[in-house]
């Protein structure tokens, strides 16, 4: 079988550049196809070329690496095409971290929910429908992989607004089958140096994981028939207490947040609100507001802190200069292929290309999976998945209060979507309002102004005018 032409749109991503490299040399099923790297930057992109090129000759694939600035280029009979861009992405998402604590609004991440989602998705769907419509032009039966944040909301206006062409969305949180590996190994049903899961263990394993992207529930944890939460959460106590054995609490708003070092506590008090435990919780205590510091009482242990964009381009400049030293040559490319591993994509590629009939995590329509929400509703859950696309496994119904905070985020999202087509500020000041972490009506005015006073040279003109 032949193998597939894919394209990166994006190639110098931080998170999806060097493991797309590596699993594509390192898959039996792509090893033979075509990689087609595209960056708008040329440096970047003949840096991540230079890196393909060595990996292919160092791992005696028949790959063919190719690339362009220009995505047309290269667009042509693609089988599959990644979306992994972003411009500027630190310099925006901390402009819009500050502007929002400046008024009131504190956001972790800034890419996902909060104004920073917002406005994230304002200067990314744009882009996003415009490559859209070059892939409906010119590679009608790919299908289109959104790996962009905020996930949900690009999947959602790519579904409403390009649905010519075949997409869903996916994030790297639920990456299987590592993420079934890691719950089994806590739960202590697997050793920790396990590295497959065995059949006969799969079967017992009952695990329900449903909701929009990043704020996604562990609703039941059941294994041989026995419910698990309860000793998941016992766990989640002792790691609650680990963390606070430390003299940070109280410490700056926006400072590097020591790899989220309070998100048992914040993981703890959710459980206990909901009776289910939330996976990401370095996102989710961004989606709700219990953590922002309204109210007359403290925060405990503290307000979430505010996203350091300038602690994050550093860490990227270090992932950057590594990058560029095995591309020249000043790291042996042995070590990059000895050290790299999968990325959720290409797996996901490989899985449909292969027909490997693998259940992945996948950002997409939920057409009856959850019984409760409805078919329309964009979320992130467990999907077989083939050439003919994702389809949801069944669910039990989303538990009451987390149903209507679902609710809540993705009339955000659809709103958001809907204000970066129409760029229209009443419906943007409709999804800011209808956002679950903007509390004051002011507020969020004042906060849509600034941001798009200051990111008029990256949003469309049409707001503009």
């Not at 930057?41 to 292919?56: E, G, I, Q, S």
């Not at 507001?289 to 979430?304: L, R, S, V």
Request: glycine content about 6%; aromatic content about 8%; overall charge negative.
């Amino acid at each position: 079988m032949q193998s597939p032409k894919i394209v990166v749109i994006g190639a110098g991503s931080h998170f999806f550049g060097r493991p797309v490299i590596w699993n594509m040399v390192n898959s039996e099923i792509l090893k033979g196809g075509t990689l087609a790297l595209v960056d708008t930057d040329p440096d970047t992109l003949n840096t991540l070329m230079d890196l393909a090129r060595k990996a292919v000759d160092a791992a005696g694939t028949p790959t063919v690496v190719t690339g362009s600035t220009d995505r047309r280029e290269v667009l042509q009979d693609a089988d599959f095409v990644v979306l992994t861009f972003s411009e500027h992405n630190t310099h925006y998402r901390c402009m819009d971290a500050e502007v929002s604590f400046k008024h009131g609004v504190r956001m972790c991440s800034a890419d996902t929910i909060g104004p920073g989602g917002i406005f994230r998705s304002l200067r990314e769907i744009p882009r996003a429908l415009e490559m859209a419509e070059d892939i409906r032009e010119l590679a009608p039966d790919a299908w289109t992989i959104n790996f962009v944040n905020p996930t949900a909301v690009l999947g959602i206006a790519l579904r409403r607004y390009a649905p010519e062409i075949r997409s869903f969305a996916i994030c790297d949180s639920h990456h299987e089958p590592y993420y079934r590996l890691k719950t089994l190994k806590k739960l202590g049903i697997l050793p920790e140096d396990a590295t497959e899961i065995p059949t006969e263990i799969e079967r017992k394993l009952d695990l329900h994981v449903m909701g929009v992207n990043h704020f996604t529930w562990i609703t039941k944890l059941n294994y041989d028939g026995k419910d698990y939460l309860p000793e998941w959460y016992q766990k989640l106590l002792q790691e609650a207490e680990e963390s606070l054995q430390s003299k940070e609490i109280g410490g700056p708003d926006i400072a590097p947040d020591s790899k989220g070092k309070f998100n048992p506590v914040y993981a703890q008090q959710l459980m206990e609100m909901f009776g289910a435990y939330p996976d990401i919780i370095s996102h989710t205590k961004e989606y709700v507001p219990f953590f922002q510091g309204c109210g007359t009482e403290d925060i405990y242990p503290e307000p979430i802190r505010v996203f350091d964009g300038h602690h994050r381009a550093q860490l990227m400049a270090e992932k950057w200069n590594e990058t560029q030293q095995f591309a020249r040559g000043e790291k042996s490319i042995g070590e990059f292929l000895s050290s790299g591993q999968p990325d959720h994509a290409t797996d996901i590629i490989e899985a449909v290309w292969g027909n490997l009939r693998k259940p992945f995590y996948i950002n997409t329509l939920n057409s009856g999976a959850v019984p409760n929400m409805a078919d329309d509703a964009f979320l992130e859950l467990r999907c077989d998945v083939d050439i003919n696309g994702p389809r949801p496994q069944p669910l039990d119904p989303m538990p009451r209060g987390l149903l209507g905070l679902q609710q809540n985020v993705l009339d955000t999202h659809e709103l958001t979507a809907e204000a970066a087509v129409s760029c229209d500020r009443h419906t943007l000041l409709r999804a800011m309002m209808t956002d679950p972490i903007i509390h004051n009506y002011e507020d969020a005015k004042n906060i849509m102004n600034e941001l798009l006073e200051r990111q008029s040279d990256i949003l469309p003109t049409e707001w503009y005018e």
